[in-house]
């Protein structure tokens, strides 16, 4: 297995957040610092609640995006959600040309379809699975020239190095006694073409390959395991032609578990199980219209389609499908979804792939309301 100096990525993030906090307070004519930040209110209904619809705070945010003429950038967000707050991204970088450019902290995993293979507020199954808008500790290098993009990445850890904390943003490998596990380095590489013009197209290929440690401290019955691997591939196209966009995307992932076929992961202060070997196939379809309806002046209307196949003992597959509008106004979006899960995490089902007697459909409606400033 590979390793890597977990201080080194520390010490850089830290600089990276001290860098910005300096920048604030010192900035030359030559640089630019924008500060801003987004507040969001959520309205939620679901057929598997008889409590009816909600509606409440959801997020207060707070970017900072700090680059000068020498080529060195950083950028930092931090969230506070009503019952957690943490951060989403932090990194320092320097660009070295118009092509290249690297990035030290807490930074996006390059994998799929970027930056999001998804339209929706709601994203796809690849984000609960930790493979969409997933962010790590790590370095990436990124060159684009040419029509060409390449990404190579390597993480040493989730953006907290501590599987055992549930309240982050990214969706990775949590700590539990049925599932002891812990994230402990991750290589990423990816590659894209762009080609067309009336047609755009973008077609790309990604790999992960990742280290997972064995962690039953601190848990009396932990499950038998011991230090393994995890491997994914995926393949993605999408496509732009006037204001639609279609994206396609296929993914296989295998955790090497060899006493259970499933593994815990954890978000938003929830661990859950997913399948530890599966298929996931995205077919997402959007179409942008240009209005002028007072202060509204863009609808961005879509279906996204994402199936997870799973076999296996006590494993199903999950099915998410997403149909919804975003609004713009001003510095106002609006997300206005209707989620349909079949056996899916935060649609009805008590994780992804798995089965535990209850792989029923089921429904909620979403709608989010955010000033971004």
């Known amino acids: 297995m590979f390793s890597f100096n977990k201080t080194l990525i520390a010490t850089s993030l830290i600089t990276a ?71 989403h991204h932090a990194y320092m970088g320097y660009q070295f040309d118009e092509n290249q450019k690297v990035q030290v902290g807490v930074t996006q995993v390059p994998f799929g379809i970027m930056p999001y293979a998804s339209h929706s507020f709601w994203f796809g199954a690849t984000y609960y699975l930790g493979l969409e808008d997933d962010y790590g500790a790590g370095i990436h290098y990124q060159y684009e020239g040419n029509g060409w993009r390449y990404d190579a990445a390597y993480f040493a850890n989730d953006e907290y190095g501590d599987g055992s904390r549930f309240d982050r943003y990214s ?14 380095g991750q290589l990423n590489l990816r590659i894209e073409k762009s080609f ?16 997972l440690d064995y962690k039953p401290e601190g848990f ?27 994206q396609t995307q296929y993914i296989h992932y295998d955790y090497d578990l060899e006493n259970s076929n499933r593994i815990t992961l954890a978000a938003f202060a929830a661990p859950f199980e997913i399948a530890a070997k599966a298929d996931v196939v995205t077919l997402n379809v959007s179409r942008q219209f240009d209005v002028d309806w007072g202060p509204v002046s863009q609808l961005n209307c879509y279906n996204d389609y994402s199936h997870v196949m799973a076999s296996g003992d006590g494993l199903d597959d999950s099915i998410q499908n997403v149909t919804g509008c975003m609004v713009t106004a001003g510095k106002f979006y609006t997300y206005l979804d ?7 995490w935060f649609a009805g089902g008590e994780g992804i792939g798995i089965d535990n007697g209850n792989t029923d459909w089921h429904s909620r409606m979403n709608i989010n309301v955010g000033f971004y400033f």
Do not use: C
Request: aromatic share 16%.
């Open 196 to 211: 067309g013009e009336e047609f755009k197209s973008k077609i790309g290929a990604s790999f992960q390959y990742a280290n």
């Open 17 to 87: 957040i001290s860098a910005m906090s300096f920048s604030a307070n010192a900035v030359s004519v030559s640089d630019e610092l924008d500060i801003g930040g987004a507040v969001r209110v959520n309205y939620g209904w679901q057929d598997y609640n008889d409590d009816g619809g909600t509606l409440e705070f959801e997020l207060f945010r707070v970017d900072v995006n700090y680059k000068s003429e020498s080529g060195l950038f950083a950028s930092a967000q931090y969230r506070w959600y009503e019952y957690m707050d943490v951060v």
């Open 171 to 184: 969706f990775d490998v949590g700590t539990t006694e049925d599932s002891p596990y812990e994230e402990a």
């Open 338 to 344: 209707w989620i349909a899960g079949k056996n899916m």
């Open 220 to 246: 009396e019955n932990a499950v038998e395991g011991e230090d393994t691997t995890s491997v994914t591939a995926g393949v993605h196209w999408q496509l732009d032609w006037q204001q639609w966009q279609l």
